[in-house]
Structures are given as structure tokens and as C-alpha cells.
């Protein structure tokens, strides 16, 4: 059994054993770094509705709650990370620099960088670390988690109403996307490496 499998087997397993709460838990580990796609967990939702076992509000409202909670400990996590920039940042091809653009980045572009995060594959696992890191404001963060999450969230579960027992079939296009994502990912990190490493040998 592959990892796609498995997490397609205890995603649907976790669901049928706690309803709306699994629904909950679930989503709140997609938004932080766990590899749990949602690809893999609102349309089976979907299909639940579709057989009349969950209510679609009830899913909604548990998807976006667990969305939510999940960002949030990402941003905890981001906002404790600023002594680690600051200390050991230096191995990381990190310094305080960086640590500044990241915080004006989010001051100018928060909003719609966290909107934009949560329609992108591996991105919406990551996003709110730096912004955690960013300090960006806390009320912006939340509305803007929620509109974008609530959205995709409720597209992925129309596509598992209108699909049925076909669900699955969702995982298998945007699986495709995650490949050229995670490329893109390591193109530009292994470019900024270069650069900084460059700029270390002029000076």
C-alpha cells in the first residue's frame, strides 16, 4: 500500500469512525505541516452528503474550524521562531535580513499571500509559519485563512457531491500539480542558495 493509499484509507476510516470531529481534526493537520492533503478528505465528505449521512453546513463549519485551528498553531509555531532565525539562522543560509523582508513582505502582501495559499498544494501546509514569523496581525490572518479556506474547502466538497463514489478521481489530478509545485519549491530555494553563496565569495 502506498502513502496515498494509507492516508486514503485512514483519512475515510477516521471520518466514518468520528463524523464531523474526524472532518475537524483532519483539516486541522492538513493547515499545519502534517501531509494530509484535503484532496483526500473533503470529497469523501462530499460523497457522506451525498448519501444523506452528513449534513453539508455541519461539514463546512467543522472543515473551516479545523482550517483555522491548524493555521493557528502553525503560527504559534512561527512566531517562536524568530530566536531561531536569530541564532541559528546562519546554517540555514538565514539572517536577520531575511528575517526583516519576511516581515515587510507580509506588512505590505499578507492578505492575499494567505489567500492565495490556501488554493495551492504543499504552499497551504507551510504558509502560516512565516507568517507567524512576519508577526503579521493576528485579525487579518484569520479572516483571510477563513474566506480561503472555506472556499477551497467547499469547492473540493461539491466535487465529491457531484462525483459520488468516483471521489477518489480528484486526488489523482491534483496530484499532478503537487510534482510541479514541490519543482518550483526547490528551483527557487536552490537558486536563492546560490545566490547567497555567491554573494558570499564577492564579499
Avoid at 496515498?4 to 471520518?15: D, F
Avoid at 546554517?91 to 516581515?103: A, G
Avoid at 500539480?177 to 519549491?185: E, G, T
Wanted: hydrophobic content about 55%; glycine content about 8%; charged content about 10%.
Amino acid at each position: 500500500m502506498g502513502l496515498t493509499e494509507a492516508l486514503c484509507y485512514y483519512n475515510t476510516w477516521l471520518i466514518n469512525q468520528c463524523s464531523y470531529v474526524g472532518i475537524f481534526v483532519l483539516m486541522a493537520l492538513e493547515s499545519m505541516i502534517a501531509p494530509i492533503p484535503s484532496e483526500l478528505v473533503m470529497p469523501f465528505a462530499g460523497f457522506l452528503i451525498f448519501t444523506g449521512h452528513f449534513d453539508p453546513w455541519a461539514v463546512m463549519v467543522a472543515s473551516s474550524l479545523g482550517s483555522i485551528i491548524g493555521s493557528l498553531l502553525s503560527y504559534g509555531m512561527g512566531r517562536l521562531g524568530e530566536p531561531v532565525v536569530l541564532h541559528y539562522g546562519r546554517y540555514l543560509f538565514l539572517n536577520v535580513h531575511h528575517l526583516e523582508w519576511t516581515k515587510n513582505f507580509f506588512a505590505r502582501h499578507g492578505g492575499k499571500t494567505i489567500f492565495i495559499a490556501r488554493f495551492i498544494p504543499v504552499v497551504r501546509h507551510l504558509i502560516s509559519i512565516p507568517a507567524g514569523l512576519a508577526r503579521m496581525p493576528l485579525a487579518p490572518f484569520v479572516l483571510y485563512t477563513l474566506v480561503g479556506a472555506t472556499l477551497w474547502n467547499g469547492f473540493l466538497t461539491y466535487l465529491g457531491v457531484r462525483l459520488k463514489e468516483n471521489w477518489r478521481i480528484i486526488q489523482q489530478y491534483t496530484h499532478i500539480l503537487d510534482y510541479f509545485v514541490v519543482a518550483a519549491i526547490l528551483t527557487v530555494a536552490a537558486y536563492f542558495v546560490w545566490k547567497l553563496k555567491a554573494a558570499r565569495k564577492a564579499a
